[in-house]
Nanobody, 121 residues
Framework: QVQLVESGGGLVQGGGSLKLSCVASGSRFAFDAMYWYRQAPGKERELVAMISNGGRENYAESVKGRFTISRDIARHSWYLQMNRLKPEDTAVYYC???????????????WGQGTQVTVSS
């Protein structure tokens, strides 16, 4: 059974930094893509950043230049370095992983339980 566990959230002042970590366990095979999402109160869950197994990165416009996603395949982990944090970055952050399981493109998807990030003004 695949489990994802996030850590690293907390309270930080505006302009500060945090680094989130996500560790996967129970997976025999590598993921095709690893993600960070976030959900603020009263808002839809939104994609923050993605990194593919090949290392291709994508970011939401709102975090470009401030956040960096990285991965450590050997440790079954990926990370989100968040710099110059703003109050509007306050949300629960979730890690997410996708694995393609068929030539037709079917996928297995996994979610962590979320970690709270609160940025004070």
């Amino acid at each position: 059974q695949v489990q994802l566990v996030e850590s690293g959230g907390g309270l930080v002042q505006g302009g500060g930094s945090l680094k989130l970590s996500c560790v996967a366990s129970g997976s025999r095979f590598a993921f095709d893509a690893m993600y960070w999402y976030r959900q603020a109160p009263g808002k839809e869950r939104e994609l923050v950043a993605m990194i593919s197994n090949g290392g291709r990165e994508n970011y939401a416009e709102s975090v470009k230049g401030r956040f960096t996603i990285s991965r450590d395949i050997a440790r079954h982990s990926w990370y989100l370095q968040m710099n110059r944090l703003k109050p509007e970055d306050t949300a629960v952050y979730y890690c997410h992983a996708r694995r393609v399981i068929s030539v037709e493109g079917e996928t297995d998807r996994y979610w962590g339980q979320g970690t709270q990030v609160t940025v004070s003004s």
